[in-house]
């Protein structure tokens, strides 16, 4: 297991092939970090499908409204979805789209941001200062990397379930 520094600010998120643990950044993105640990913390993460996956790009994931039906997988409603708590505004910075890095998915408003994510597979520079960046993969990338690609995928792999490492 990685070397869990700050429990309370890391994400173990559990997919087909194992967990990938997500180190939070809370002195960046402190809005997007809560909220990322309150819809965990409610479960509402876990079952979740990955509905917008870009080979050499990035897997996007968290539509917490549309993206957990089981034998039905709303594929027109899936990615425009969000929690029923209010949008988040921007939390830019300096932080690099780096690979392994998550990004907080969001409309053309910058500031519309509420459940979604995307986690990058390579380092996306364009995005630099135009998507919220809170936090970072620490381990387990190569179960990122397996996910099913397509938008959306035809069977959509899922976020098993999502928690907070203090709670574990």
Known sequence: MADIKDPE???????????VIIELLPKVAPGHVERMKEL????KYDNVAF??????????TGDVA???????????AAGTGGSDLPDL??????????????????SQNPNS??????????????LNGQYTVYG????????????????PPMNPDRMISVKVAADV
Do not use: C, W, Y
Request: proline share 1%; net charge negative.
């Open 9 to 19: 600010n890391t994400i173990i998120m559990t997919l087909k092939g194992g967990d």
């Open 40 to 43: 965990a913390r409610a479960g």
């Open 51 to 60: 509905h917008r996956v870009i080979d050499g790009f990035m897997a996007q």
């Open 66 to 76: 549309n993206g957990n039906m089981e034998k039905d997988f709303n594929i027109r």
């Open 89 to 106: 505004k921007a939390e830019f910075s300096k932080i690099p789209h780096a690979r392994g890095s998550l990004g907080a998915a969001r």
């Open 113 to 126: 941001a509420n459940s979604q994510f995307f986690i990058n597979f390579s380092d996306n520079d364009f």
């Open 136 to 151: 970072q993969v620490i381990e387990g990338m190569e179960h990122v990397d397996a996910i099913t690609r397509g938008e």
